[in-house]
């Protein structure tokens, strides 16, 4: 009689996956470094079946450079493999390859938690690994049940770690109207006015038109001391947050709503007027677009700053005027100083502090937080007696691939647009209520996930850093699309393809070729 041999193991004799697999909700990206290949396979669908995104590779050198370019969230490596050689110095034996994983993984993916994979004999080294930092360790050969909790299990924790920071970084965000901090840079943005609200040094806040650098400069007067405390009558005791637009304005009426005029001061003056400066006396002011202020205006607003004193058009007296000085532009005023057209010791004045707001292209980790929080106040102001819409997840890949020139004023309007588009529908009966790709403004439609389009870099960087995809291949590109799509989709490879505007075929050949289960 034949001998049986026990299917739900593998690492000794041939391998096949356990049919009962327990669904977990936390879908990962999962990186399976192991040499010998029929393992990885057997590894891989039983990963399949929860629905984690597998990328198998056989050596350390190309372990390291998917933990460069990719973004995973349980690594998977055997502890020992034959030596790959290059630069890296695997010893001869490889017996310290699965350390150096662990290692660059700690460096290159430290959100991401590592399983080590070992035979009986190494189990010391694998306990001074879990050591070391690693998530866990099994022995072979697999049982695959095992393996897939344990894979499950630290999905999990990365799952509720990265939950339990955006719950810290929404109520750090509390006090920022407005804002959304998923990104790092925009979580860098936050920390820094935190930092500087309380004092009175100056900040300048600069980014292109729609990063709302007006609600940065609102959260450094509410977080200063200058926004005072409500007494026991609900009055604010602290100052005012006064803002003023120094774009497109003429000369003579900037400087008289900045500075103000005594009576007779010029014909129509019939009584003495206040300026800007005056009126956020002991608060915050906030000039915007200073970029635009002509240079004879920067002269007389450099005076204000050193001296703390205002002289109202027709008058000689000075007057006090203590405020914090905000300013903000989109322009490079470091150019415009250069070329002569900002005043460099006026620069030098504003500068205390820079904040920059990046672009919404950027930060498109935001996007998704903020195309709900849009949702939510657009269906609160127009239909308060519905239930909100869920988003599809084509309609969110279209918000979220789409470069946004306008920024979050941008894609606030579109969001108001498309609510307002699919308010105006009738569901048919039983359909949910949702906003999906019809509802997204022609203009701003982007060519499918599969087609040729320009991305930043933070699609692609793990820590989301900004930057240029020039010099990064079309196939780490698309092996990422892919990777990222089959995670959105829980696995669902024709739900994948769909999304990706390409054929299930097609799909399939490229996951073969870019080593993805």
């Known amino acids: 009689m034949p001998e049986s041999r026990d299917n739900s193991k593998i690492g000794g004799n041939a391998p096949a996956p356990s049919a009962g697999a327990a669904a977990t909700s936390a879908a990962a990206q ?39 370019g990719g973004a995973f969230d349980v690594i998977v490596t055997d502890l020992r493999m034959p030596s790959s050689g290059g630069s890296l110095g695997v010893a001869a034996d490889g017996a310290d390859a699965g350390l150096r994983i662990l290692d660059a993984a700690r460096q290159l993916q430290p959100a991401a938690e590592t399983i080590m994979v070992t035979a009986h004999g190494d189990v010391p080294t694998a306990r001074a690994a879990f ?60 920390r820094t006015v935190r930092t500087v609200a309380p004092s009175n040094i100056p900040v300048l806040i600069t980014g ?31 100052g005012r947050y006064v803002a003023f637009n120094c774009a497109g304005q003429a000369e003579s009426l900037l400087e008289d709503q900045l500075f103000g005029h005594v009576r007779g001061a ?112 657009f269906m609160t102001q127009l239909a308060p007696q519905r239930q909100f819409p869920t988003v599809s997840d084509a309609a969110m890949m279209r918000l979220t691939s789409y470069d946004w020139p306008g920024n979050v004023r941008q894609l606030l309007n579109v969001v108001q647009n498309m609510v307002v588009m699919a308010l105006g529908e009738e569901l048919p009966p039983g359909a949910s209520f949702a906003l999906d790709v019809r509802h997204i403004p022609d203009e701003v439609r982007v060519p499918d996930a599969g087609e040729p389009h320009a991305h930043d870099a933070d699609d692609l960087a793990p820590s989301g850093g900004a930057g240029s995809l020039a010099g990064t291949s079309l196939e780490a590109i698309e092996k990422r699309a892919i990777r990222e799509t089959l995670r959105l989709t829980g696995g669902n490879r024709e739900h994948a393809a769909r999304l990706l505007g390409i054929g299930e075929r097609t799909l399939y050949r490229k996951l073969r070729e870019y080593g993805l289960r």
């Open 131 to 190: 050591k070391l930092g690693a998530y866990d360790f099994i022995q072979k050969p697999l049982d695959l049940d095992v393996f897939r909790n344990l894979v499950n299990r630290a999905a999990e924790t990365v799952l509720l770690r990265h939950q339990n920071s955006e719950l810290r970084l929404e109520a750090e965000a509390a006090g920022f109207e407005g804002m959304v901090a998923a990104s790092e840079p925009m979580r860098r943005v936050l």
């Open 208 to 238: 292109e038109s729609g990063t709302g650098k007006e609600l940065i400069a609102l959260a450094v007067h509410r977080l200063s001391k200058r926004a005072g405390q409500p007494n026991e009558r609900g009055q604010n005791s602290g």
């Open 30 to 68: 999962v990186l399976i470094v192991e040499d010998e290949s029929d393992h990885a396979e057997v590894m891989a669908e039983a990963l399949r079946k929860p629905g984690h995104v597998c990328t198998l590779v056989r050596t350390v050198q190309e372990a390291m450079a998917e933990l460069r």
């Open 266 to 377: 010029f014909t129509g003056a019939d009584k003495d007027r206040p300026g800007v400066f005056e009126y956020a006396d002991g608060g915050t002011l906030f000039l915007d677009e200073i970029g635009d202020m002509p240079l004879s205006m920067q002269a007389k607003l450099l005076r204000v700053l050193e001296s703390g004193e205002v002289v109202r058009l027709g008058s000689n007296e000075a007057r006090k005027a203590d405020v914090r000085f905000v300013s903000a532009t989109n322009k490079d005023l470091k150019e415009m100083t250069r070329s002569g057209t900002f005043r460099e010791d006026l620069f030098f004045r504003i500068n205390g502090v820079h904040v920059h707001l990046p672009a919404l292209r950027e930060r498109r980790e935001d996007i998704p937080p903020l195309v709900r929080a849009f949702v939510e106040r």
